[in-house]
């Protein structure tokens, strides 16, 4: 990608379909739950940065048992995003699943796993995206680096949370990373497939494991300061259940401080146990009409 990702301000006329035939450069990988009313600003700027970097991509949108239609939300995207699909399960199994999920899935060289409401802007991806280019295995946006900048911070509730569970964290498990839930993380795809492989958490504090694994495997790491700003509507997806249960930590903690590495599980099988259902056009299309969406 290169120069690509810094090319700004591309006419809207000089847009290509991407060519099928042509491997992927990247997946960006939406995962969401009850989201139908945020996940259409999300998907315009996701189509503003590929259109400007001209960047061939896919746009990954996994719905984690929703009940509001989302794919009524979704298809008229199709004319915008060429290579859009709609990964679904029908019943909730947790963010962690549904990303894990996206990880499987993804086509592109690059995985870019992004949060709904964008807080950290995926206009700023392009620094992750330069640093697996570089080499890195595993980029993730931070706000503790110098160069972040938080215009508009989470409410005081979930920025404690969020202290109190990454102290908890780093106490039990080891981990490198400073900003556990910024909101954006950019993979190769072979570390993705690996690290999906292995992961096990369901609910949203993911991350931990996912970074865990990836450190424990000896992938490199790398962050990326990004400019923060909460979207206020947003819902938070992380809750005060997910923080205070600390269970997932001692499971993450007994996965990577065992003798062997954590051993894969195969794609196939984890896509059966999760139950998560990909649409692609034709079928996203026809899931809009009446009567064929439950």
Same mark, same amino acid.
């Given at each position: 990608m290169g120069e690509?990702?810094?090319s700004r301000g591309q006419p809207e006329a000089r847009r290509r379909a991407v060519d099928r035939d042509k491997e992927l450069d990247l997946s960006v990988v939406i &995962?969401?739950?009850?989201? +139908?009313? !945020?996940?259409?600003?999300? @998907?315009?700027?996701?189509?503003? /940065?590929?259109?400007?970097?001209r960047?061939?991509?896919?746009?990954?949108?996994?719905?984690?048992?929703?009940?509001?239609?989302?794919?009524?939300?979704?298809?008229?995207?199709?004319?915008?995003?060429?290579?859009l699909r709609l990964v679904r399960s029908d019943q909730r199994k947790?963010?962690?699943?549904?990303?894990?999920?996206?990880?499987?899935?993804?086509?592109?060289?690059?995985?870019?796993?992004?949060?709904v409401g964008l807080s950290a802007p995926i206009e700023d991806a392009g620094d992750l995206l330069?640093?697996?280019?570089?080499g890195a295995d595993v980029a993730i946006a931070s706000r503790r680096l110098d160069g972040a900048f938080v215009r508009s911070p989470?409410?005081?509730?979930?920025?404690?949370?969020? &202290?109190?569970?990454?102290? +908890?964290? !780093?106490?039990?498990?080891? @981990?490198?990373?400073?900003?556990? /839930?910024?909101?954006?993380l950019a993979f190769q795809r072979p570390a993705a497939r690996r690290i999906?492989?292995?992961?096990?958490?369901?609910?949203a504090t993911f991350a931990v494991e996912w970074l865990a694994l990836a450190e424990r495997m000896g992938l490199q790491v790398i962050e990326c300061p990004v400019r923060f700003s909460h979207n206020p509507g947003a819902k938070d997806t992380l809750s005060w259940t997910d923080f205070v249960r600390l269970d997932d930590l001692w499971k993450v903690r007994s996965l990577v401080n065992h003798a062997r590495a954590p051993m894969p599980q195969p794609p196939?099988?984890?896509?059966?146990?999760?139950?998560?259902?990909?649409?692609?056009?034709?079928a996203l299309l026809a899931a809009r009409s009446p009567g064929r969406m439950h």
């Amino acid at each position: 990608m290169g120069e690509q990702l810094h090319s700004r301000g591309q006419p809207e006329a000089r847009r290509r379909a991407v060519d099928r035939d042509k491997e992927l450069d990247l997946s960006v990988v939406i &995962a969401t739950a009850d989201d +139908a009313q !945020r996940i259409a600003s999300s @998907l315009k700027r996701v189509a503003q /940065f590929i259109d400007r970097n001209r960047i061939p991509a896919e746009v990954l949108v996994v719905d984690d048992g929703s009940g509001d239609r989302i794919a009524d939300v979704v298809a008229p995207w199709l004319g915008r995003i060429e290579r859009l699909r709609l990964v679904r399960s029908d019943q909730r199994k947790g963010l962690g699943a549904a990303a894990r999920t996206g990880l499987l899935v993804a086509e592109g060289r690059h995985v870019l796993l992004a949060e709904v409401g964008l807080s950290a802007p995926i206009e700023d991806a392009g620094d992750l995206l330069e640093s697996l280019e570089a080499g890195a295995d595993v980029a993730i946006a931070s706000r503790r680096l110098d160069g972040a900048f938080v215009r508009s911070p989470r409410p005081a509730g979930r920025r404690t949370a969020e &202290a109190m569970f990454s102290m +908890a964290a !780093r106490m039990m498990v080891p @981990l490198g990373a400073r900003d556990l /839930f910024c909101g954006l993380l950019a993979f190769q795809r072979p570390a993705a497939r690996r690290i999906a492989e292995r992961a096990r958490l369901e609910r949203a504090t993911f991350a931990v494991e996912w970074l865990a694994l990836a450190e424990r495997m000896g992938l490199q790491v790398i962050e990326c300061p990004v400019r923060f700003s909460h979207n206020p509507g947003a819902k938070d997806t992380l809750s005060w259940t997910d923080f205070v249960r600390l269970d997932d930590l001692w499971k993450v903690r007994s996965l990577v401080n065992h003798a062997r590495a954590p051993m894969p599980q195969p794609p196939a099988k984890l896509l059966e146990e999760t139950s998560f259902v990909r649409l692609d056009r034709q079928a996203l299309l026809a899931a809009r009409s009446p009567g064929r969406m439950h």
